[in-house]
């Protein structure tokens, strides 16, 4: 089980609520288990979503593994110049 | 990704020296071709029709005159180019922004376009093109797009991310927000508390190099694009998508670029010249002019931004808030989003909120610009710090010394960092000789710190070894700031060779596999860990190779500065074999000895920097000259210093323009009044000073060399560290981007009249 911590737009669509406990394994667990929760979600996994673990921003590594004990923060997917 | 980018603190003796670049010679000779370079047998020339009005219903177009003009080969409208985005409301957004649709959005905006056999020719084509419009009220302010009785430019935009969803359209498409802790019970602890708003006018990117393209599509349905593009794989998607093509079919070549800094990102003339050679079967070239680059490419947003932040008497910053209004052009964005994600990343806060509102105008389509929105957030935070901290009584760079995140400190923006470098660039301005040289009668200093993400990406690259032991590099990202010298750098590092012996290429789309764009400063970053990985691989075989031609096992063979080792003293009489050695003798071993590395390059880190400016204000004139410029900044490992250099200088230039000079400028019609650089003045050399560079190395974990992207976060300080050296210049608060003479003059009469 993994805490989650949404930002303030997307905690709208996942029933008003910022923080969630996921049984997750990697991102790519966790996006399947928070569409699953909250179908809504799922336009915004499509649009794009980052992950901080720890502070470090992975924005496509689906298979990155999630520590139990990290930090956990969805972030929305940025492009840069 | 079957590699560990983790760092690991080794000693370099390529990396960090400064190689002329493999680009240089042929740049200064002018041999480099660029977009506008590029021929084929038999070309056309494309022209764009372009809307001379800021909003209005395209209620028919005509294009039966132009056809018939002899030399006319083909003329296109948006019925050329079919909705074939299957409900992607993106790209709908771009495919309706390269040939508007229904209804012109903005002046420049493409309504048709012809190729012909020549100019002259396209030229008068267009003029045979009648089209009839409806013309409808029009709004180019940011602030005024977002009152309710504004004219509205998109009757099917509702705001997101409100409580409750709106009952009517907005010009506003987006709220967001993000935050954290209680702002009202934070602000109740100030003893201090500075609240202001802030605008910034919309800028270009200002490249040199106008937009440039070929586009030959064959009979059999393939076709090529040569193009100078920031990112030619998703030239190729976005264009193969547009088309209605297999993206396989489409190979695109990209071109010297002449600068791009997030303008490139995005096809405007691309699929235009792409459905111009389909329908007249033979090659079209089309090359922007500049008045063309300024009315339909580009710009950044323009905004309008409130901040309010309180401190204690100690210094402490108690709660921190913005709102933030970005405009986006015609089309749905997300550019206040990241300026309220990046306004106080600098910061350690407890109380923190800022919301975003995404704002449509008719202007250009949003693009891009170097660490976009963080510029504006930043000068508007930063220039709220500096009179906070003149409140307290405090120095400005202490006070932002004892606020300043670091390791363990939540981010505005929500995580929490690790490792991150804006104590110490603080800690260098300190006790930098610029903070204490003294100033003249009219001058002023300023200093402003800067945040700015940073991103990976996906990335490919290919090494080959030639028998002769050269070793050809091709990487799948453009290089828009010497990314050539650096890989190079990088490959003969790892590999343990000469410079000299590695040659690095940009390789087409049909050449090696999907690159993300070089944007969101990657390039080096990325791409140098595909490099390294490449370069692995091919180490890999390079050991098989000689454990071959000594006939003993693999794993007895290691590889020790560009030379294969047999370990072991039962090997002691084997001389080691160098890369050149192994490589000779590959066609009798194997065949060709070759890397490649495809991966997704993560964990790029967050970058900080801070910036002191020295100015000179003309009282009489409101004329401001920058005297003196310093640019402290972490680029984690700066592979090629020349070229990190270059990265921070080019940065505070353009923000220099940004922050003196550069707006667009929209009459009351809703054209664009300065679409050239006689009018729209960017700095030239003799504008600016020769800005000095001080380059901190905090390694990055997440990369083997410890390197950051350097391309952006220098230019997200510079309208600050600006606009606080000319307030404490004129003693006067600015608060409107540009400070042209008449702002400042302006500013100055409204002191003396109270």
């Known amino acids: 089980m993994v805490e989650v911590t949404l930002w303030g737009s997307l905690s709208a669509v996942a029933g008003g609520k910022a923080r969630h406990d996921i049984e997750a394994k990697d991102i790519r667990e966790l996006f399947r288990k928070l569409a699953e929760q909250y179908p809504g979600i799922e336009p915004w996994i499509d649009r794009g979503i980052a992950v901080a673990i720890d502070g470090t921003i992975y924005r496509d590594t689906w298979s990155k593994e999630l520590p139990k004990d990290a930090e956990i923060f969805l972030l929305p997917r940025l492009a840069g110049g | ?754």
Request: hydrophobic residues 40%; contains cysteine; charged residues 20%.
């Open chain 2, 1 to 754: 990704m079957n590699f560990d980018p983790r760092f690991s603190g080794r000693q370099f003796a390529s990396v960090g020296t400064r190689p002329i670049r493999p680009d240089g010679v042929d740049k200064v000779t002018g041999r480099a071709r660029y977009g506008a370079d590029f021929n084929m047998a038999g070309q056309l020339v494309g022209r764009v029709l372009r809307s001379p009005h800021a909003h209005a219903v395209i209620k028919k177009i005509d294009t039966s005159k132009a056809e018939k003009l002899a030399g006319v080969k083909a003329v296109i409208t948006a019925k050329d180019l079919p909705d074939l985005t299957d409900g992607d409301a993106a790209m709908y957004d771009i495919l309706d922004n390269c040939m508007a649709r229904k209804k012109a959005l903005y002046d420049g905006h493409a309504v048709a376009a012809v190729a012909a056999i020549d100019a002259r020719i396209a030229r008068q084509a267009l003029k045979l093109i009648e089209v009839e419009y409806e013309v409808l009220p029009h709004v180019t302010d940011v602030d005024e797009a977002a009152h309710h009785h504004a004219p509205l430019i998109n009757d099917q935009v509702f705001t997101e991310g409100l409580e409750e969803k709106p009952a009517k359209p907005s010009n506003v498409t987006k709220r967001t927000q993000f935050g954290h802790g209680d702002v009202h019970a934070g602000f109740a602890k100030a003893d201090f508390i500075v609240e202001r708003s802030y605008k910034t006018e919309q800028t270009h990117q200002g490249y040199i190099e106008p937009h440039a393209c070929v586009a030959s599509v064959n009979p059999d349905g393939t076709a090529d694009l040569w193009v100078c593009t920031q990112g030619h794989f998703v030239y190729r998607q976005h264009c193969a998508q547009l088309l209605g093509m297999e993206a396989s079919k489409l190979r695109v070549t990209s071109s010297e670029i002449g600068g791009g800094f997030g303008g490139k990102t995005h096809v405007w003339a691309e699929p235009v010249a792409l459905a111009l050679s389909r329908k007249a079967g033979r090659p079209v070239k089309l090359v922007m002019t500049r008045d063309e680059v300024f009315r339909a490419s580009g710009p950044t947003s323009a905004t309008s931004i409130d901040v309010k932040i309180g401190a204690r008497k100690d210094g402490t910053i108690t709660a921190a808030e913005a709102t933030l209004r970005y405009s986006c052009g015609p089309y749905a964005g997300s550019w206040a989003e990241i300026g309220a994600m990046t306004a106080f990343a600098c910061y350690k806060l407890e109380n923190v909120k800022t919301v975003g509102y995404e704002v449509l105008v008719n202007r250009p389509k949003t693009a891009a610009y170097r660490a976009p929105s963080a510029p504006m957030a930043a000068f508007a935070v930063e220039s709220a710090v500096d009179e906070l901290a003149h409140e307290l009584g405090m120095d400005a760079v202490d006070f932002r010394i004892k606020n300043a995140a670091q390791e363990g400190t939540r981010a505005s923006y929500g995580p929490v960092y690790g490792p991150i470098g804006i104590g110490p660039t603080l800690e260098a301005v300190k006790h930098h000789p610029h903070m204490k040289a003294p100033l003249k009668a009219n001058q002023g200093r300023g200093m402003a710190c800067g945040f700015w993400f940073n991103f990976g990406g996906q990335t490919c690259t290919d090494l080959n070894i030639g028998m002769d032991g050269s070793v050809s590099l091709a990487v799948g990202t453009v290089d828009v700031g010497g990314s050539r010298a650096s890989l190079s750098l990088v490959a003969a590092e790892e590999l343990g060779i000469d410079y000299s012996h590695v040659k690095a290429i940009v390789a087409d789309t049909s050449s090696l596999g999907y690159n993300d764009m070089t944007d969101g400063s990657r390039g080096t970053f990325s791409s140098s860990m595909a490099t390294i990985s490449a370069a692995r691989n091919a180490i890999k075989i390079l050991r098989e190779r000689a454990a071959q031609m000594w006939d003993i096992p693999v794993e007895d063979v290691t590889w020790e500065k560009g030379h294969a080792v047999a370990k072991g003293e039962k090997y002691g009489n084997l001389s080691p074999l160098s890369l050149k050695d192994i490589a000779a003798k590959s066609g009798t071993t194997g065949g060709p000895i070759a890397g490649h590395s495809e991966l997704v390059a993560d964990g790029a880190g967050v970058s900080f920097a801070t910036h002191i400016c020295d100015v000179e204000v003309d009282p009489e004139t409101g004329s401001t000259r920058v005297i003196r410029y310093t640019v402290v900044q972490d680029a984690g490992k700066a592979v090629h210093p020349t070229y990190v250099e270059g990265q921070y200088q080019g940065g505070a230039a353009q923000g220099i323009g940004w922050a003196l000079n550069e707006e667009y400028i929209y009459g009351k019609d809703g054209r664009l009044q300065n679409a050239g650089f006689l009018d729209y003045r960017i700095p030239v050399c003799s504008d600016l000073p020769m800005i000095d560079t001080q380059i901190l190395e905090i390694p990055n974990p997440n990369h083997p060399y410890g390197v950051r992207g350097v391309g952006e976060t220098s230019i997200v300080p510079p309208l600050a560290a600006i606009a606080n050296a000319v307030s404490n210049a004129v003693g006067v608060r600015m608060t409107h981007i540009p400070m042209s003479p008449p702002r400042i003059l302006a500013a100055l009469d409204a002191e003396r009249e109270g």
